[in-house]
């Protein structure tokens, strides 16, 4: 009996308490805030332009933010990367390339098997030229070196070349 009477005392102290503060917020929110009074403004139009102006300036904003922090993402993953390449790169050595030189049969028994008998043998193709025949066609011309140097220097001696070329 007199744990409950306890009770019912705390509980009226609590819901007295709360409507002291509630009187206080209300209070203290009439002194310090001054409500927006009708006849002060011309009209509804100029708060209603004002808050639009400042949510388009908010979503220019965050629009920014948004791509400041998309390119701070990429660049974490841009240099996470590089760091794995490094680490990659690391790892494995390169083995030393040899040259290998293969004939071109071989290459070709490579490729397509050894069931084809294709023979390449570039050197049958080609035209064999004597060497007699190529000295007899250049005679040798001994000669003053002077009067060829005189003569070929300058335009005309150009010109000759070119002519003497064709």
Known sequence: LAQSLMLARAKECWDQELEEREAE??????????????????SRSLPQDLCRDLHAKVEVVDEERYDIEANATRSLQIKDLKLKVLDLRGKFKRPPLRRVRVS???MLRALLGSKHKVSMDLRANLKSVKKEDTEK????????????VEAMSGMEGRKKMFDAAK
Do not use: M
């Open 104 to 106: 071109a049969d071989a």
């Open 137 to 148: 066609e250049r005679p040798v011309e001994v000669g003053d070196w002077r009067k060829n």
């Open 25 to 42: 917020k209300k209070r203290y929110l009439a002194e310090r805030v001054h409500r927006l009074s009708s006849p002060s403004l011309p």
